[in-house]
């Protein structure tokens, strides 16, 4: 059997020989934003399931490809669908875009998810940079068997999302008149949504907002030494006193008006920090 590492470099190999080149900025897209791909100029697409190891999105909203574009004239790598526990995935395989991003070059990297408001000042669709996390998914990307070889084993988390792009973000988001806030994201395994007693401890515990993913990747980042940015729409508002049954259509519509906030931040933060 292949170790991890040369499953990492088999897959990075066979993306450079499709004429993707080394890349230092990245985006893995989440639930709903993976439209934002669609103002790429697309240079090289390849599906997930024509690179080697990558596993196969089982969610519908996750495109599974993996790009090669620029967005305001910068170059980027975008993964336009990603993996989760709730899918039986191990966390070596959920974490795998990360390691091969890291391969073909990416050392700065945006992660965008959907999360359901805890935080009673939040609403529906506003956007919130992740300040910190509170990792409830059980192990640890870290604690695979072979993982050690790839990186250190003991990862500091002190100061996980980088302080100067949470900071240039919120300037921008004043500037556009856009709601952002700088929360904690509680990341469960799901699939199922939260009941009100999970979700008054959440709150109790300090969690601004909750989802799905994001965290494991977070970590393995970390580990491989990328800067991170990591920003939530918020598509429901989890409110355990007033809890109504789950809306997916009002879902997706949701981070569908959040994802037009994040890309005009964004496309103005690449023009006015990123070079």
């Not at 526990?85 to 391969?103: C, K, M």
């Not at 970390?222 to 006193?241: G, M, R, S």
């Not at 994802?259 to 023009?271: G, N």
Request: glycine share 8%; hydrophobic share 40%; aromatic share 8%.
């Amino acid at each position: 059997m292949n170790t991890l590492q040369q499953q990492i470099t088999a897959a990075a190999d066979f993306v450079q020989q499709r004429g993707i080149p080394s890349t230092s900025f990245g985006i893995i897209l989440g639930t709903g934003l993976g439209a934002l791909a669609d103002v790429l100029e697309v240079i090289h697409s390849i599906p997930y399931s024509e690179i080697p190891n990558f596993p196969k999105p089982t969610v519908a909203s996750h495109e599974g490809r993996l790009i090669y574009g620029r967005l305001e004239g910068k170059e980027m790598l975008v993964c336009q669908g990603r993996f989760h526990r709730y899918e039986a995935y191990n966390y070596f395989q959920i974490t795998f875009p990360v390691r091969v991003l890291h391969a073909l070059g990416v050392r700065q990297l945006l992660i965008s998810n959907a999360a359901g408001a805890i935080n009673p000042n939040y609403a529906k669709a506003d956007l919130m940079v992740l300040k910190d996390h509170i990792f409830l998914q059980g192990g640890s990307p870290l604690a695979e068997a072979g993982v050690a070889e790839l990186g250190p084993r003991f990862v500091d988390m002190s100061q996980p999302y980088d302080s100067e792009w949470r900071q240039q973000f919120s300037v921008l988001a004043k500037e556009q008149q856009q709601p952002l806030h700088q929360g904690v994201y509680a990341s469960v395994v799901g699939p199922q949504l939260e009941t009100a007693a999970e979700y008054r401890y959440l709150r109790t515990i300090g969690a601004d907002a909750v989802g799905m993913s994001t965290v494991p990747e977070v970590i393995v980042a970390l580990q491989l030494e990328i800067k991170i940015l990591a920003c939530a729409v918020l598509t429901d508002v989890c409110d355990p006193d007033q809890l109504a049954p789950i809306d997916i259509p009002d879902i997706f519509t949701q981070a569908k008006r959040g994802e037009e906030c994040l890309l005009a931040l964004l496309r103005t933060w690449l023009q006015r920090y990123y070079s």
